[in-house]
């Protein structure tokens, strides 16, 4: 069996061990607790060795007692910080001129509502030419929102007031010719992790349904400086997992009888609802990827540290990443332009440049796909090949290429439960995990009480192993600019979060049950420039993209 010097292995075995034991910290702590820990860790000491433990132990019980009697806000980020970039790695930091090739001839239709579907270039076109006033289209929204937000239960909070006075200012500053870029006027929702002082936010979960936080998240005054309009804040499944919050289950729009999965529930479900023009999300482990491929969204996962997450509710200081949910890729590139970049506060954002180019030829790119993926049975399935043919009709020389196997990547997922559980700490303790919905073995509070059990040295040993797995993907790249991959692939969902590469998801197509499905792409650290020009090519050449959900088309 493993032996380990003992202040290390300590520090945290012990603190899982008694940490939710209220009103028991004057106990004696006897060496046969310190044998039943060794139970649950898979370690073993002998009787001298455990004797000699429990003064140190008890010692470090006490100082947890200490730690615990500051108030530590959700906010305080942790003194270490992830960097996924290798020092080899040559990054690009001259920032050039973005070519959108926005459309030139998009007409109003006779049927105004039918705005509420038309994609980001196509709304931002329609109100830098005036031929639409951002206010009327902030009433379409909200009209919307009204009508069919308790439908899909993706409406936390409406922000009428808020969103009619953006509107009235960027009509006033279009029209006076102080035009603030692409997104100007366009009506979005944020989903409810993020801080708008003046509105609550409730991040999906019952113990802080009537929550208030000062202050504004970074990305939200990044985009009230481009003179988008915030109309509402979105659904979330509770604390980031699922599509079930405090109001019931958000719904697929394709399908009100399934939800829209999670986390980033609502954003999904309402823009592809035409609920709004474009929502931001968040992915810590899927949550952009899973409801876009659900409800058939165009999303973006970022790179670790390309967008500021200060404001915004922490899950996982070394995983979570914000990005925006659009109709289309391209889309999705104009609004990931406004919310990247550094703010002084978040210190692992990196400014780097973003040359985004519509008119790239994406037949130079060097492609890759995960071929042992494709040949698997999954929902999907025929779709995707369907994809890769279409890729090679449009000139791209598809690769084969193999993921790393040789670490056990799914083991590392506990790296996730421990910082969740450490950023819900207090939720734990003081019992008020009772209060969330979901409640069970495969729900947050289960998770968050198992997590105090995982040993400080496991949580360092599988970060250095995360390394490890982060030199062997960054390889793949120096000869790819894109892989393609199954959106469930494997278990490349949670290999490239933890190594904090970027992913361009859209949607590919519906199955037999006429529920969407989805490709994802993805690319190298602050490279999302290949990716969004791939999948805004592809996009061109197919009409996945257009099809919008009956229901909601009236």
Not at 37 to 63: P, Y
Not at 185 to 208: H, M, N, Q, R, S
Not at 460 to 485: H, P, S
């Amino acid at each position: 069996m493993n032996k380990h010097f003992v202040s290390p292995l300590i520090v945290l075995l012990i603190f899982g061990i008694f940490a939710c034991q209220q009103g028991k910290d004057s106990e004696e702590i006897r060496k046969e607790d310190v044998a039943f820990a060794e139970k649950l860790t898979g370690l073993q000491f002998d009787e001298a060795e455990r004797d000699s433990l429990i003064e140190n132990v008890s010692e470090q019980r006490s100082a947890y007692e200490k730690i615990r009697n500051v108030d530590i806000e959700n906010s305080t980020a942790l003194s270490l910080s992830f960097n996924p970039v290798p020092g080899w790695m040559d990054i690009q930091k001259v920032q050039g001129d973005i070519k959108w090739n926005l459309p030139e001839n998009v007409e109003l239709p006779e049927d105004r509502s039918r705005l509420a579907f038309y994609s980001v270039p196509e709304l931002s076109f329609l109100l830098q030419s005036q031929q639409i006033t951002s206010e009327e289209l902030t009433r379409i929204y909200l009209k919307r929102l009204k009508k069919y937000g308790d439908t899909l239960r993706c409406v936390i909070t409406l922000t009428e007031d808020l969103a009619l006075q953006q509107a009235k200012q960027a009509d006033k500053e279009i029209q006076e010719g102080k035009y603030r870029g692409p997104l100007h006027g366009i009506p979005y929702g944020l989903k409810d992790l993020i801080t708008v002082e003046g509105y609550k936010t409730t991040w999906g979960a019952a113990p802080f349904k009537d929550q208030e936080l000062d202050g504004n998240a970074t990305v939200y005054e990044k985009l009230e400086e481009a003179g988008a309009v915030l109309v509402a804040k979105l659904s979330m499944g509770a604390l980031a997992w699922g599509d079930v919050w405090f109001g019931g289950v958000t719904k697929n729009p394709w399908d009100l009888e399934q939800g829209s999965s999670g986390s980033s529930a609502g954003s999904a479900s309402a823009t592809v609802a035409g609920l709004v023009g474009f929502s931001l999300g968040t992915e810590t482990y899927g949550s952009i990827v899973s409801p876009s491929t659900r409800c058939g969204a165009s999303g973006l996962r970022p790179t670790f540290g390309r967008v500021s997450r200060s404001g915004a509710m922490a899950l996982s200081w070394t995983m979570d990443k914000i990005g925006p949910i659009c109709r289309t890729a391209k889309g999705s590139a104009m609004v990931f332009d406004v919310i990247k970049g550094p703010d002084n506060i978040d210190l692992t954002v990196k400014d780097y440049a973003f040359n985004f180019d519509a008119d790239s030829d994406v037949s130079s790119l060097k492609v890759g796909y995960v071929k042992n993926l494709f040949e698997e049975e999954y929902r999907g399935k025929s779709n995707d090949s369907l994809t890769l043919q279409r890729l090679r009709e449009m000139g791209i020389q598809l690769e084969e290429v193999a993921l790393p196997e040789e670490l056990p990547v799914e083991a590392m997922n506990f790296i996730l439960n421990v910082e969740a559980a450490a950023a819900f700490d207090e939720l734990t303790r003081t019992d008020r995990d009772d209060e969330l919905t979901r409640q069970g073995k495969n729900a947050w509070p289960n998770v968050f009480r198992s997590a105090r059990f995982v040993p400080a040295v496991e949580y360092i040993q599988a970060n250095r192993m995360r390394t490890m797995v982060m030199d062997e993907v960054n390889k793949l790249f120096v000869d790819y600019d894109v892989i393609v991959t199954p959106s469930f692939g494997g278990n490349q969902l949670l290999m490239t979060n933890l190594t904090g590469h970027p992913c361009v998801v859209i949607p590919n197509g519906f199955d037999e049950e006429n529920h969407p499905t989805s490709i994802s792409f993805i690319g190298n650290l602050y490279r999302e420039e290949p990716l969004l020009e791939l999948a805004n090519a592809y996009q061109e050449a197919t009409e996945h993209e257009d099809k919008h959900p009956e229901f909601f088309m009236d």
